[in-house]
């Protein structure tokens, strides 16, 4: 089965920022791979996987077309970030971490975990301020 990403972020330019959200992830490098490479079919330049409890964040250098140009950035606690507890069914998960890159948009100085600041501030606000935050499929 093809990889479908579960958020979305775009602009009329095109897809900038790509989000899978699970409750756990039994094969890290699997999923990896698969947003890695749906990241270089896209040309987006900002990938994350994220958990309730880490993220991992990818940055495309668009120096190939393959995903070895796509490299881990940073992986995070994100314990810190969440106001009440994820939820534990994916689909929940999903429009959890939705609603959260949403507020982000709407306020994006929004009070975030000091280690988070950072990264946050540097690739994923560029692309949710000025992108459309949409779910990629059904839930």
């Known amino acids: 089965m093809a990889f479908q990403p579960d958020i979305l972020v775009t602009t009329p330019e095109g897809v900038t920022l790509v989000i899978e959200a699970k409750v756990t992830l039994p094969d890290l490098q699997r999923t990896e791979q698969q947003l890695k490479q749906y990241m270089i ?22 120096t190939s077309r393959s995903p070895e140009s796509v490299r881990r950035v940073g992986e995070f606690n994100v314990k810190s970030l969440w106001g009440q507890a994820p939820p534990t069914q994916d689909a929940r998960f999903e429009s959890f971490v939705q609603r959260l890159f949403e507020d982000l948009a709407k306020e994006p100085s929004k009070a975030i975990p000091d280690d988070l600041r950072e990264p946050l501030r540097e690739y994923i606000l560029p692309a949710v301020i000025s992108g459309n935050v949409r779910a990629a499929h059904p839930r």
Do not use: A, H, K
């Open 41 to 62: 079919n896209m040309q987006c330049p900002t990938g994350v996987l994220i958990t309730p409890e880490r993220m991992w964040l990818y940055r495309d250098s668009f």
